[in-house]
């Protein structure tokens, strides 16, 4: 894998972005993975177009990877990627995040991490490019006005800064191990038992879909599936969800 340290970028997706195109124009079998990290985002993204608040502080990283499987494969990627940084982060602090389905890390039911996955079958030489957030060292105050969800920072919980430097070698050396596991298709053998005992909200009352409106579906949280579709609970019976965003329905 080749890395790339930047002090600034407009957003560390984009830039892996743009660094696939550069080095393959043309169809590469032998394409190489291409991760950038930057000490600052200045237009972070977020799911949906939200910009995502990228401080001094923050392990801010994404990964150009070579497509070496069918498209399907990469579905549960958000997820496949949410583990690694779990793991990551426990592995440094022993602290245990939850993964939030689809993309987001929680501790104590704030957010401490958010993935982005895109995925590009069509390019000359097929990448997806998956960006992890990690809010580390810094204070949550400096997110201002009330988010749309709470936040928080892993220096925050544990009192104490972390060592940024050990928790990106760990961050990366995980998604190594992850990644080609998708690229084979084994998501569901081998890295689905090790995310369901994490995922955040288990047999809790949860709604999917719009904040308002009637499309929006509410039921029992009973986990997801082999392919990474969370999986409601409702009156009617189990329904999927391939894609969308879950929140807590409070007593």
Not at 47 to 71: C, D, F
Not at 210 to 237: H, M
Request: glycine share 8%; proline share 9%; aromatic share 6%.
């Amino acid at each position: 894998m080749h890395l790339v340290v930047l002090s600034s970028i407009d957003s560390t997706n984009s830039e892996a972005q743009r660094r696939w195109l550069t080095s393959y124009p043309a169809p590469d079998p032998a394409a190489k993975a291409i991760a950038v990290v930057a000490e600052i985002q200045t237009a972070g993204q977020g799911r949906t177009g939200r910009n995502w608040q990228s401080p001094r502080g923050g392990l801010w990283l994404s990964i150009a990877w070579p497509m070496r499987g069918s498209p399907d494969c990469y579905q549960p990627l958000p997820l496949a990627a949410g583990l690694a940084a779990a793991q990551a982060i426990q592995a440094c602090e022993n602290i245990a995040p939850f993964i939030k389905w689809p993309n987001d890390l929680l501790i104590g039911n704030k957010k401490v991490a958010g993935i982005l996955c895109q995925a590009y079958p069509n390019w000359p030489t097929p990448a997806v490019i998956l960006g992890v957030g990690i809010n580390a060292n810094f204070d949550p105050k400096v997110f201002g006005q009330p988010l749309r969800q709470p936040a928080t920072t892993l220096q925050h919980e544990l009192h104490h800064p972390i060592d940024l430097q050990a928790l990106q070698s760990r961050l990366l050396e995980t998604l190594e191990h992850h990644l080609p596991i998708l690229d084979r298709g084994d998501f569901a053998d081998l890295l689905l038992p090790q995310i369901r005992p994490r995922l955040a909200w288990q047999r809790q009352q949860v709604r999917c879909g719009p904040e308002t409106g009637e499309s929006a579906v509410e039921g029992r949280f009973v986990g997801v599936d082999a392919v990474g579709q969370a999986l409601i609970q409702t009156p009617s019976g189990v329904r999927s969800f391939c894609a969308d965003e879950l929140r807590r329905v409070l007593p």
